[in-house]
C-alpha cells in the first residue's frame, strides 16, 4: 500500500529539483511505517482484541476465540523541531516569512519521521495448539540534517550564502516500503504465556543515504562554486519484489491477581535487497563564468541549468549494482498492568538501537483506562521520549457479542496534542481496526 504524499514532503519535494541536492541529499517524501509516541501504547493491554498480537504475540494463548480477523491502519507524523501545522502545509508557496521562521527553528539536530501501516491478521487453533496468520504492508521512512543552513540552500537557492562556506555532515533518509506474511503460535510454560511470530519479507522500494557530508561555496560575486561531498546511497531498480528476508517477534506475559507483567521484542530481521549502489567521494569546481543563482526555484539562467546537470552527471554518474542488508527497526517494550474492577492503570518503556525506529533510544508512557458496561474502555495516556519529547494520548476500545460473534473495534490518538493544537504539538497519530471473532468465553 503507498502512503499518500504528505503536504510536509513540499519542502523534501523542493530539494529534488535542485540537481546537485538531489544527488547529495536525497530528501525524498518518506513515506512510513513506524509507531511513532506509541500508538500501541494501549493496545498492548488489550489482549482481547486481535490486533494486540501485534504488540505483544504471547496474548495469542489467552485469546478467547476460535477465530478471529481483523484489520487495522496507523497513521504517524513526529517531529523534535518542526510543528504539525509546519509539517501539514496546505500551500505549495512558501513565503519569505514561512521560510524564515522554518528555518529559523532548526537546531543541531532536525528529524522528521511520517509513518504509515496497513495491518490483517487472523487467529484461529488446531486441538488446542493457536495459530495466527497475518499480512502487513508498510512503508517506513526517516530524514535528519544537523545544520539548519541546509534547510536554507533547499529553500532561499545558494545567493544568500555567497562568500560564506555551507557545511553538513552526519546527513541520513531512508524511505522503504516493504511486505510481511507472518505465523505465529504461543505456548503456557510454567505459568509464563509464550509467543513467537515468524515473518517473510518482501522489499518493494528502497531509497537510502548514509552519512552524508558535504561543503558547498559560492564566492561572494557569483564567479565561483566549489562542492565537495561524500555519501553512500542504495536505490531499487524497477517494479516488484527488490528483496527478501526474515523477520520475528518475540514476547512474554504472566498475569497474577490482577497484574500483567510482559515484554517483547519486534521487529527482529533484516531483508537484502537488490539494488543500485553508489559511494562517492566527490568534488567539483566552477570558474569564470557569474552564477546568478544556482539553487533558484527558477533556473531561467541557461549558464545555471548548465551547471546543474554537471552537478548531477559528476555526483551520480558511477554506480554499481548488488546486495545490500539493511535491519528491520526493530524495537523492545516491556511494563505492566493492574485492573482492579472497571480501572486499570498501566505503564511501559520502549526502546530502539535502529536509528530510523521510532521513539528514539527510550520512550515511556503512562496511562489510565476506565470500563463501561462492561463493553467499553476509555482511557488516556501521557508519554516522555522520542522526537516529540513529551505529550499525551486518548482511546476507546469497545464490542458487542451476537450470536455467538463478537464485533470489536478500537481507536487511539496517541499524539492528541498534535490535533487539538497542531501550532504547538510536534506530532499526531491515528491507529484504528476493527475485528469479528467467534468467542469461546465472554469478554
Do not use: C
Not at 8 to 20: D, E, P, Q, V
Not at 62 to 76: E, R
Amino acid at each position: 500500500m503507498m502512503a499518500p504524499n504528505a503536504p510536509i514532503m513540499l519542502l523534501i519535494t523542493k530539494t529534488m529539483n535542485r540537481s546537485w541536492i538531489y544527488g547529495i541529499m536525497v530528501m525524498v517524501g518518506f513515506p512510513a511505517q513506524v509507531m511513532l509516541a506509541q500508538p500501541g501504547a494501549a493496545l498492548r493491554w488489550s489482549p482481547a482484541h486481535i490486533h494486540s498480537l501485534a504488540e505483544q504475540p504471547a496474548y495469542l494463548e489467552t485469546h478467547p476465540t476460535v477465530w478471529g480477523l481483523g484489520g487495522g491502519v496507523t497513521y504517524s507524523l513526529a517531529s523534535n523541531v518542526l510543528t504539525v501545522e509546519q509539517m501539514l502545509l496546505r500551500d505549495t508557496f512558501l513565503d519569505q516569512s514561512l521560510k524564515d521562521q522554518l528555518v529559523s527553528q532548526l537546531g543541531p539536530r532536525n528529524e522528521v519521521r511520517l509513518a504509515l501501516n496497513q495491518d490483517w491478521i487472523g487467529s484461529f487453533r488446531v486441538r488446542d495448539l493457536p495459530i495466527s496468520l497475518g499480512y502487513q504492508a508498510h512503508t517506513l521512512g526517516y530524514v535528519r540534517l544537523n545544520n539548519p543552513q541546509t534547510l536554507g540552500l533547499v529553500l532561499y537557492g545558494n545567493a544568500p550564502y555567497a562568500g560564506q562556506p555551507v557545511e553538513d555532515k552526519g546527513i541520513q533518509g531512508i524511505s522503504m516500503q516493504y511486505q510481511a506474511y507472518s505465523l505465529g503460535t504461543a505456548r503456557r510454560i510454567m505459568g509464563w504465556d509464550l509467543g513467537l511470530r515468524v515473518k517473510l519479507l518482501t522489499g518493494r522500494n528502497l531509497l537510502q543515504v548514509k552519512e552524508l557530508s558535504y561543503s558547498f561555496l559560492t564566492a561572494a560575486d557569483g564567479s565561483r562554486v566549489a562542492l565537495q561531498t561524500a555519501f553512500e546511497r542504495h536505490q531499487t531498480r524497477g517494479a516488484g519484489v527488490q528483496g527478501i528476508g526474515i523477520g520475528a517477534d518475540l514476547g512474554i506475559v504472566r498475569e497474577w491477581k490482577g497484574l500483567t507483567v510482559q515484554a517483547a521484542l519486534l521487529d527482529i530481521g533484516a531483508i537484502n535487497w537488490d539494488a543500485t549502489y553508489w559511494d562517492k567521494n566527490a568534488s567539483f569546481e566552477w570558474n569564470g563564468i557569474e552564477i546568478s543563482d544556482l539553487l533558484s526555484t527558477d533556473l531561467s539562467n541557461g549558464f545555471d541549468a548548465l551547471l546543474g546537470d554537471t552537478l548531477r552527471t559528476v555526483l551520480l554518474g558511477d554506480s554499481s549494482v548488488g546486495a545490500y542488508r539493511i535491519p528491520l527497526p526493530a524495537r523492545v517494550q516491556a511494563g505492566a498492568a493492574y485492573q482492579t474492577g472497571p480501572h486499570r492503570v498501566f505503564g511501559s518503556l520502549t526502546g530502539s538501537w535502529v536509528s530510523y525506529a521510532a521513539g528514539g533510544p527510550v520512550q515511556g508512557n503512562l496511562g489510565y483506562s476506565y470500563r463501561l458496561w462492561d463493553r467499553l474502555d476509555l482511557g488516556a495516556h501521557v508519554y516522555a521520549g522520542g522526537l516529540d519529547p513529551v505529550g499525551a494520548g486518548v482511546f476507546a476500545e469497545g464490542g458487542v457479542n451476537f450470536f455467538m460473534l463478537h464485533l470489536r473495534g478500537f481507536v487511539s490518538a496517541a499524539q492528541a496534542v498534535g490535533w487539538v493544537a497542531p501550532a504547538t504539538g510536534r506530532g499526531l497519530s491515528i491507529q484504528g481496526g476493527i475485528s469479528l471473532q467467534q468467542i469461546v468465553t465472554a469478554y
